[in-house]
C-alpha cells in the first residue's frame, strides 16, 4: 500500500488482528489518502468501512486543527450500521486524541445537540435526525474536510436522496466526498455523484453479481406459509451453526416468528423498524455476543451488519430483488474467513421471482428438499427457457368466438324479404343552360 500511515493506526491494527488489507481496502485507500474525491462500488463484506475510515483518520491524526468544528461527517442509511461504524471508529482511534458522535433516531434531542456543542472531530449519522438538527440550526459544517456517503444505493432506496442532498450542499464546498456502495445504482445515485462529487475516481472492485464464494446457497420448495416455519424449525434443529439470521419482508411475519421460534426454546430476537432504539439496541448485542442464537429481521439489518459467527441465514421470504439477495446473503462468509449457508424457502408463487435473482446473479442454486418435512410441491414440473414455471394453459370456453368474430359488424338495410336494399343513388345535379 502506497499510503504510510500513523504510528497509532498501526498500533490499533495489530492489535485487531489485521494481517493484510482486503482488495478495496488496497484499491481505495491511497487514492483516498491523495486527496481525491472518489466513488467505489464494492459487494457487501469486502472491507468499505476501514476503505473510507483509515484515510480519514490517517489525515485527522497527521494534521489536527483545535479552532475547527467538525472535519468528518459520514452519512448512513441506518443506526445499526451508524452505530457499527462508530465502533470501528472508537477500535482504530483509541490511541489517538480522535473524537466521533453518533447522530441518530431514537435518542434525545437535547442530549444529541449537547453533544455536537462538544465540537467532535468526526459526526456520523442518519439524513433524517441530522436534517431535524439542521432545522434547529445545531449543525455547523463549514470545517469539514471529509465527506463520505456510506451504503448510498441504500440510502436512495430509503427515500433519502434529498435529505442527502440538503445535508452536503450546507459543507464546505472544498471538503472531499468520497461514496460507497454495494451496488452500481442507476440514475439517482449518478444525480448524487454529480452533485456531490469533483470529477471522482471509480472503483468497480467487485460486481454485485460476485457472491463469496464460500457461501453455499440452497432453496428449498414450500408449500406455503405454514409449511415454511416447519421447515425452518426443521433447520434451526438440525444444522449446524453458531448464529443464523432469518430474513422476512415484513415487520408482522417477523414479529410473528418470532413466537414460533421462541416456542422451539430457541432465545431469538426481532429486529425491525417498528422496534425501538432500546429493543434495536438490546437485540443486536444479545446477538452479537452469542447470548441469542437467532436473529429475525427485515431488510433493515441486511445492510452493513457485520456479526462474527454468523454461519446461516434463512430466507424465509424471497427478496424481491437480486441487490437484496446479496445483501442477505452478504452477512454470512465474509471475507473468505468463514464458511457459510444460505437457504432459500420458496413456494410456487415465489419461484419466478427466484429465477429471476438466479438469472441476476448468473447462478443456480442447489435444489434440496427435507425428507422429514414432506411438501407436495417438490419444484415446477416445467420450466420456461428464462427458469420462470410454465403456467397452465387457459381453457377455451365452449361456443366462443374469436375476438374479430364477436365484434359487431356493420350490415346493410334489409327488406321485409331479407333482402339487401339496393343503395340509392343520389341524382347528379340539375345545371341552368
Wanted: glycine share 8%; hydrophobic share 40%; aromatic share 4%.
Amino acid at each position: 500500500m502506497e499510503i504510510q500511515l500513523h504510528e497509532s493506526l498501526q498500533r490499533a491494527i495489530q492489535e485487531l488482528g489485521w494481517k493484510e488489507f482486503t482488495h478495496v481496502q488496497e484499491a481505495a485507500i491511497p487514492v483516498a489518502a491523495s486527496g481525491k474525491d472518489l466513488r467505489v462500488t464494492a459487494r457487501t463484506g469486502s472491507g468499505k468501512t476501514a476503505a473510507f475510515l483509515l484515510p480519514m483518520l490517517n489525515d485527522l491524526i497527521n494534521n489536527p486543527d483545535p479552532r475547527a468544528g467538525t472535519l468528518g461527517l459520514i452519512l448512513l442509511p441506518t443506526r445499526e450500521l451508524a452505530r457499527q461504524t462508530l465502533s470501528q471508529i472508537k477500535l482504530l482511534a483509541k490511541y489517538s486524541d480522535i473524537q466521533a458522535e453518533l447522530i441518530t433516531g431514537g435518542e434525545d434531542f437535547k442530549v444529541q445537540a449537547a453533544r455536537m456543542r462538544k465540537n467532535p472531530d468526526i459526526i456520523l449519522g442518519t439524513p433524517g435526525r441530522l436534517l431535524e438538527h439542521r432545522e434547529a440550526n445545531n449543525l455547523d459544517f463549514d470545517d469539514v474536510r471529509w465527506l463520505v456517503l456510506d451504503e448510498a444505493d441504500r440510502m436512495l432506496d430509503m427515500g433519502m436522496g434529498e435529505d442527502v442532498l440538503t445535508l452536503t450542499a450546507i459543507c464546505n464546498p472544498e471538503a472531499q466526498s468520497l461514496l460507497f456502495s454495494a451496488t452500481p445504482g442507476g440514475p439517482a445515485l449518478n444525480r448524487i455523484v454529480g452533485q456531490v462529487l469533483k470529477e471522482p475516481t471509480e472503483l468497480m472492485l467487485d460486481a454485485v453479481r460476485g457472491l463469496e464464494t464460500n457461501t453455499v446457497q440452497q432453496v428449498i420448495p414450500a408449500d406455503n406459509v405454514a409449511h415454511k416455519e416447519r421447515l425452518l424449525q426443521w433447520l434451526l434443529a438440525n444444522e449446524t451453526f453458531e448464529k443464523a439470521i432469518v430474513f422476512t419482508n415484513t415487520r408482522d411475519q417477523a414479529d410473528r416468528l418470532g413466537g414460533v421460534i421462541r416456542s422451539q426454546k430457541l432465545n431469538a430476537f426481532v429486529l425491525h423498524g417498528e422496534k425501538d432504539q432500546r429493543e434495536r439496541k438490546l437485540a443486536l448485542d444479545r446477538f452479537r455476543t452469542g447470548n441469542a442464537r437467532v436473529l429475525i429481521a427485515t431488510d433493515l439489518a441486511a445492510r452493513g451488519l457485520d456479526v462474527s459467527g454468523l454461519e446461516l441465514v434463512v430466507n424465509f421470504d424471497m427478496p424481491r430483488s437480486g441487490d437484496e439477495y446479496v445483501h442477505r446473503i452478504g452477512r454470512t462468509g465474509r471475507q473468505d474467513t468463514a464458511e457459510g449457508m444460505a437457504i432459500s424457502l420458496v413456494t410456487r408463487e415465489e419461484w419466478g421471482l427466484m429465477s429471476s435473482v438466479e438469472r441476476y446473479l448468473r447462478q443456480q442454486f442447489e435444489r434440496r428438499l427435507i425428507a422429514a418435512v414432506p411438501g407436495d410441491f417438490k419444484g415446477p414440473k416445467r420450466v420456461k427457457a428464462s427458469g420462470k414455471p410454465v403456467g397452465p394453459k387457459k381453457k377455451k370456453t365452449k361456443g366462443a368466438k374469436p375476438k374479430k368474430a364477436r365484434q359487431r359488424r356493420r350490415q346493410a338495410p334489409t327488406t321485409a324479404e331479407g333482402l339487401a336494399r339496393p343503395k340509392r343513388r343520389t341524382p347528379p345535379p340539375k345545371h341552368d343552360a
